[in-house]
């Protein structure tokens, strides 16, 4: 039996260190980390590895749920795997421990992966909202156009004037699209 550990982190300004020393601390042989989005493929890529590493008998450890997946079906797709390899998983905070075989023990941890799900859709939902209100209070997402507009009447005048695409990329140092985007609004 091995104690096997996974740590994640979501942003750049969030701190692997301490998931990382917990894990240590208590005894973990391995330890697969990374710092990555829940919903990212570099996500999906470390726990696969983590899954082929595993063997039955070893208990995978995590300092809290939300680090295996931000997703109830990445979370539950995962338990069930080490279930299926004869692994079982704690966590750090003592919400999840599947060395108790129990339904009860079992349900908990479907009520508290929908949790984790919850509160990714509420952060979703919060982020969309404060999106339309900044666009509504005239903020522009995305990366500022290569033209000015003064640039955009001028192409557009030429083009009126039978320029090509073509030439006008090459004249204004821009993609054929780029110049395709301002000739259709």
Not at 44 to 51: F, G, N, R, Y
Not at 75 to 90: A, H, P, S, T, Y
Request: aromatic content about 4%.
């Amino acid at each position: 039996m091995a104690l096997v550990g996974f740590a994640r982190v979501s942003t750049r300004e969030q701190d692997l260190e301490i998931q990382l020393e917990a894990l240590s601390a208590i005894g973990c042989d391995k330890i697969f980390h990374g710092k990555q989005s829940g919903v990212s493929k570099q996500n999906t890529i470390k726990l696969a590895e983590l899954v082929e590493y595993v063997r039955a008998g070893d208990i995978v450890v995590t300092t809290k749920l939300d680090r295996l997946g931000r997703s109830l079906k990445a979370i539950l797709e995962v338990l069930q795997q080490l279930r299926d390899k004869g692994v079982q998983f704690k966590t750090l905070d003592n919400a999840i421990d599947t060395t108790n075989e129990s339904p009860f023990a079992q349900a908990q941890i479907s009520m508290i992966a929908t949790f984790a799900q919850l509160e990714r859709d509420l952060i979703a939902q919060r982020t969309g909202e404060g999106r339309e209100a900044a666009k509504a209070n005239g903020v522009k997402f995305g990366r500022k156009s290569i033209l000015s507009d003064d640039k955009k009447q001028e192409i557009k005048g030429k083009l009126k004037k039978g320029a090509t695409v073509y030439r006008l990329a090459i004249d204004y140092d821009v993609s054929r699209q780029t110049i395709m985007r301002v000739r259709d609004n």
